[in-house]
């Protein structure tokens, strides 16, 4: 096996059982006698030694700033059981934290270096494993997590890989970015009948609410599984309020604020894909419900009342929420991410009448929760309203973060009253 000697010093961060090796960290590296080059394949699994021989632990090599993501510490070979053990470990975590139940069977599964595994999400729809990798080690471990979802989780019938823009770029890639690894696989519960992915059949639930979850077409892997817990808070303020849901995706926040006895709720994304899909979760769970609507317009523009013909009558509103994609992908974009999220939240401060209250997120790992709250704050300053701070809000417990690796943390959100 290849092995990558450290320099010096630098063995104290995988002592703590953080998972990175950076690139710099790296004296060098002693390849296996099945190289032809002179570096190590993308994905390949290298042990890492101390600069005085020790075994560190193994993991994926890959090419960039983090050289090694680490799956098993202390070791030089990955247990035969390796995929099975750990995706076993985190369905208990999420049976544990009482996240498997007939009204809700959507979750995170596994969330990446929080469960252990660096460089892989899975999330479960139903029936359905929704499998991302974000490095190419695990891209070519696809099949053994497949087959490790298919035999430690009881209700997985369907495994559907979707990593058509999560991979690093590496000029040659074997097999598919997209499609089912496993599909239709006879039911494992007895009686339970097997249903064909995607079709009109198809319904996921999260806190006993209906979701079409789109893991073909859709962001990410189809669905925000990471706002289950802040929609279960804006269901217990919607009573009786006009309620915005902005960046509403498909719907999440805003059928939660229907079932809890929302006045009118505004949904609006730009994607009129999202917003169709929006129409079809509203349709089941409240049929002919009046008091819903969906506009597919850019947030900005819509509250500034831009829109010509804009149909909503409202203007103002009691709750809003507002759940951006991330404005920094990267830590050179913080500076103007921030600027963003002052801009839109002044413009939703400005719109929420007195007394309202306003759920504000940030989903960019690059911007930490001081920097967010401050943006926050200009932007109330900006208004000149008087604001109190209710809830300060983060990721759930499905996408844990790693007592390691605190670069885990990256959901944040305020809730805010607006006087
Ligand atoms: N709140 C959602 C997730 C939001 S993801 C949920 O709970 O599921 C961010 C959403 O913002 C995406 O659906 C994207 O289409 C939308 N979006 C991106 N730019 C936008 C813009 N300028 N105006 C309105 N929506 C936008």
Request: charged share 25%.
């Amino acid at each position: 096996m290849t092995t990558v000697f450290l320099k010096p010093k630098k063995e104290e961060s995988l002592k703590r059982f953080h998972p990175w090796v950076f690139s710099g960290a790296i004296a060098r590296v002693l390849l296996d006698a099945s190289h032809k080059g002179d570096a190590p394949v993308e994905g390949e699994l290298v042990s890492v030694r101390s600069a005085a021989n020790e075994v560190l632990g193994i993991g994926h090599w890959q090419i960039g700033s983090i050289a090694v993501r680490i799956l098993a510490f202390g070791v030089e070979q990955l247990p035969s059981d390796f995929w099975c053990e750990r995706i076993h470990a985190a369905y208990k975590v999420r049976e544990a934290i009482g996240l498997i139940r007939p009204d809700n069977n959507t979750f995170r599964l596994i969330h990446g270096e929080g469960d252990f595994l660096p460089g892989l999400i899975v999330d479960v729809y139903a029936d359905t494993a929704v499998v991302q990798a974000h490095s190419i080690g695990m891209h070519e471990s696809r099949n053994e997590i497949a087959n490790a979802l298919m035999s430690e989780i009881p209700q997985v019938q369907n495994v559907y890989y979707k990593s058509d823009d999560t991979l690093p770029f590496k000029a040659s890639i074997e097999g598919d970015k997209v499609g089912y690894l496993i599909k239709n696989q006879e039911s494992k519960i007895k009686n339970q009948k097997s249903k064909i992915p995607n079709s009109d059949e198809f319904w996921s639930v999260e806190n006993g609410l209906e979701f079409r979850i789109d893991w073909l077409r859709g962001q990410k892997t189809g669905f925000f599984v990471d706002q289950r817990e802040n929609r279960v808070l804006v269901e217990r303020y919607a009573s009786g309020k006009d309620v915005l849901n902005m960046f509403c995706y498909t719907g999440g926040f805003s059928l939660y604020a229907l079932r809890g006895g929302a006045k009118t709720v505004d949904s609006v994304d730009v994607s009129q894909k999202a917003i169709d899909l929006v129409n079809i979760n509203v349709a089941r769970n409240f049929p002919n419900d009046p008091r819903h609507h969906a506009y597919a317009a850019d947030a900005f523009d819509f509250l500034s009342e831009k829109i010509k013909n804009q149909k909503s009558k409202i203007t103002n509103y009691d709750l809003i929420i507002l759940d951006p994609p991330a404005f920094a992908k990267h830590r050179d974009a913080v500076k103007n991410a921030l600027r963003g999220y002052q801009r839109i939240n002044a413009k939703a401060i400005e719109k929420i009448r007195p007394g309202g209250i306003l759920f504000t997120f940030s989903c960019s790992q690059a911007v930490d929760k001081e920097a967010f709250r401050l943006a926050v704050f200009s932007a109330a300053a900006q208004v000149g309203r008087k604001v109190r701070i209710l809830h300060q809000l983060h990721q759930p417990q499905d996408h844990p973060i790693n007592i390691y690796h605190p670069e885990g943390e990256y959901l944040k959100g305020l809730v805010l009253y607006v006087e």
